[in-house]
């Protein structure tokens, strides 16, 4: 039992407590979706962060990419990526109504090129991958290439189209999701979780990123990676309407296109936990970025920024009941895809905390999978205090 709070034994009390039903510790896009779905329930809800919205999620570029994000032997991710996709349609048009937020949701697709012969034979031999798991994967020629975006770079020599593969802007869905949980009854608290003392519900819900591992004991480590934006010039959009995955010289990059203005290019991947953004990443980011789109030599660049994220040893998410405490449950670890993992991890952890029958499709990344790895300590009952939450 949390200080101050019921027991928690699969659905929220309903008795007279002044503590919360639920406190959701991180306030970026898991928890605040986590925050807004538990709120409209009816629940009593708080969200602990100091600053929402200012960890990983302000960093991504917000692909929602189930097809080209399917990578050798993630089976069961690739299903959970598939089915939040699915959600994504639907989430957005709740959440534009519920707050009459422009979140940038774009559904154009996604072109996967490559640039060189051996970038083109890398490619497709994911591609054969990923249509072998029955994923809408369209090979196209260099022209159909072209026809589709023609500032595409001459030399590029292939490519594929991912229809289901879409955006949307982190940096509008965060402030949208918060306006959403409040409206629905939310509260924020300004105020970072260091331990369990500092928490008090009938269920706790750890959404806080990186910040989990201290609060949890869990094996969730800091993923770093640098992202650049660049703006068209004069004010207009970019001159091209996909966005582009591709490979060039050997250099992975994405290219996301913004409706005003921006585009997004990166993102290294690095087993580092600082926030420096090196000079050696900036220009091989851009000279990947300018080879597939030489174009974007007159653009502005606008930033350069790195974030961490929450990487596990599988790569997947851990969503569900902490082992040994049910009043505990954890939504962190989702690396690279915390944006469109967001609909599905929000339903699931929505569904064990009113008590509902959980899909089933969220049992291969419950916790217990690393219960080994936890020790005991001043968590929540496994290891450690936290530090701020990082989304």
Known sequence: MLAGGPSYTGGVSRG???????????????????AWRCAAHGLRVVVHDPAPGSGASHVAAGMLAPVAEA?????????LLT???????????????????????????????GLTADDLAEAR??????????????????SQLRDREPALAVRVRGGAFAATDHQVDPRRLVPALRLAAERAGATLVPEPVR?????????????AGCGSAALTGLPVRPVKGQVLRLRAPDGGPPGFRHVIRGYADGEHVYLVPREDGEVVVGATVEERSDLAVGAGSVL??????????????EYELVEAIAGLRPGTPDNAPILGPL????????????????IVLTPVTADLIVDLVTGTTADPIGDPFRPERFAADAGPGEGFGTSGDATRPAQ
């Open 16 to 34: 007279p407590f002044l503590t919360p039903d639920v406190a959701v510790v991180g306030g970026g896009p898991i928890g605040l979706a986590i």
């Open 71 to 79: 990578y050798f032997g993630e089976h069961e991710l690739t299903a």
């Open 83 to 113: 089915e939040s996709a699915a959600r994504w349609p639907a989430f957005a048009a709740e959440l534009t109504e519920a707050t009459g937020a422009d979140i940038g949701y774009r559904t154009e697709g996604t072109l996967m090129v």
């Open 125 to 142: 031999r994911l591609w054969a991958y990923q249509q072998g798991l029955g994923l809408p994967v369209t090979p196209l020629r260099p």
């Open 195 to 207: 331990t369990p003392a500092d928490v008090s519900a009938g269920v706790t819900v750890v959404a």
């Open 284 to 297: 091989r980011l851009l000279r990947a970025a300018i080879d597939l789109l030489p174009e974007l030599a």
């Open 323 to 338: 082992p040994g405490r049910p009043d505990v449950l954890v939504a962190t670890g989702h690396h690279r895809h915390g």
